[in-house]
């Protein structure tokens, strides 16, 4: 959400700088550090929250805490209980990281876009406040919803050489779909390898891809109401009505997106258990 728009620039101008990273150089490429300490900060405060809650739960009647994270917890482990039929002891635990944390880095969206920058010149006194690069929603960055997906890939083929064996893993990449015996199961292996290969790749681009286009346009559409509504005080008004229903129905997707990001990784190793 947006409070107020930029000094005087202009709609292009407003958008572009709430779309720039605040970034360091690191290793010969961009390091996004609003991106990487939203999310630690996050990170840290979900395993604290959690950790707390577990410490201080009771078989008695619970606190209005625990009684929420116990039913946030019943949620995510009846998914993964419907979706995956094995030993869910370490696929529950993914699945409600997974969810948590995701929801609470959407949630940085119903923020107001222009709060850092109001911060700086409330401290400063200054106008550096428009020079102020900081964005709130790390899954509005492809290096985090990245970030996330490629370590579900490496997740999904650790279970896949589980339950198939390096050998039969090997095997299936090589033999499926397309089954065949002798000198064409040669010839079909190349083709094999390359469908399944395509196959693993869409996986963890699929579930980046997802949550980025849906997250950065919904930070995208704060942007341009707030552009277009909020550069006079006769706009005011028409302003928060219009971010305050966009951010009641972003709600919805907040969840959504973090919901779809958890199952289809649980789908997807429980499929590692199927065979083609």
């Given at each position: 959400?947006?409070?107020?728009?930029?000094?005087?620039?202009?709609?292009?101008?407003?958008?572009?700088?709430?779309?720039?990273?605040?970034?360091?150089?690191?290793g010969g490429g961009g390091f996004?550090?609003?991106?990487?300490?939203?999310?630690?900060?996050?990170?840290?405060?979900?395993?604290?929250?959690?950790?707390?809650?577990?410490?201080?739960?009771?078989?008695?009647?619970?606190?209005?805490?625990?009684?929420?994270?116990?039913?946030?917890?019943?949620?995510?482990?009846?998914?993964?209980?419907?979706?995956?039929?094995?030993?869910?002891?370490?696929?529950?635990?993914?699945?409600?990281?997974?969810?948590?944390?995701?929801?609470?880095?959407?949630?940085?969206?119903?923020?107001?876009?222009?709060?850092?920058?109001?911060?700086?010149?409330?401290?400063?006194?200054?106008?550096?406040?428009?020079?102020?690069?900081?964005?709130?929603?790390?899954?509005?960055?492809?290096?985090?919803?990245?970030?996330?997906?490629?370590?579900?890939?490496?997740?999904?083929?650790?279970?896949?050489?589980?339950?198939?064996?390096?050998?039969?893993?090997?095997?299936?990449?090589?033999?499926?779909?397309?089954?065949?015996?002798?000198?064409?199961?040669?010839?079909?292996?190349p083709f094999n390898l390359l469908?399944?290969?395509?196959?693993?790749?869409?996986?963890?681009?699929?579930?980046?891809?997802?949550?980025?286009?849906?997250?950065?346009?919904?930070?995208?559409?704060?942007?341009?109401?707030?552009?277009?509504?909020?550069?006079?005080?006769?706009?005011?008004?028409?302003?928060?009505?219009?971010?305050?229903?966009?951010?009641?129905?972003?709600?919805?997707?907040?969840?959504?997106?973090?919901?779809?990001?958890?199952?289809?990784?649980?789908?997807?190793?429980?499929?590692?258990?199927?065979?083609?």
């Open positions: 959400m947006s409070e107020q728009t930029g000094s005087g620039g202009g709609l292009n101008e407003y958008i572009q700088h709430h779309l720039t990273q605040n970034t360091i150089q690191l996004h550090i609003d991106t990487w300490v939203v999310s630690l900060v996050l990170g840290l405060i979900f395993v604290l929250w959690f950790g707390l809650a577990a410490r201080r739960a009771t078989a008695g009647v619970p606190s209005k805490g625990q009684a929420f994270v116990e039913l946030i917890l019943e949620f995510v482990d009846g998914q993964v209980k419907d979706t995956f039929h094995g030993d869910r002891s370490s696929i529950t635990p993914l699945a409600l990281t997974i969810f948590v944390w995701v929801v609470m880095m959407n949630c940085m969206d119903l923020l107001p876009l222009d709060m850092p920058g109001w911060l700086v010149q409330t401290a400063s006194g200054s106008e550096v406040a428009h020079h102020t690069y900081f964005r709130w929603v790390p899954t509005a960055d492809l290096n985090t919803t990245f970030g996330l997906s490629v370590p579900v890939f490496f997740i999904i083929l650790y279970h896949s050489m589980k339950a198939k064996g390096i050998g039969g893993f090997g095997k299936e990449l090589l033999t499926a779909p397309f089954h065949g015996h002798g000198f064409v199961a040669v010839i079909l292996a469908l399944n290969l395509i196959e693993y790749a869409v996986k963890p681009v699929s579930l980046a891809m997802r949550l980025f286009g849906n997250m950065y346009g919904g930070e995208l559409v704060f942007m341009l109401i707030a552009g277009l509504l909020g550069g006079s005080l006769y706009m005011f008004v028409p302003g928060v009505v219009f971010n305050v229903a966009w951010a009641l129905f972003h709600i919805l997707i907040v969840l959504l997106q973090a919901f779809i990001f958890m199952i289809l990784t649980v789908v997807y190793i429980s499929g590692a258990y199927e065979s083609h």
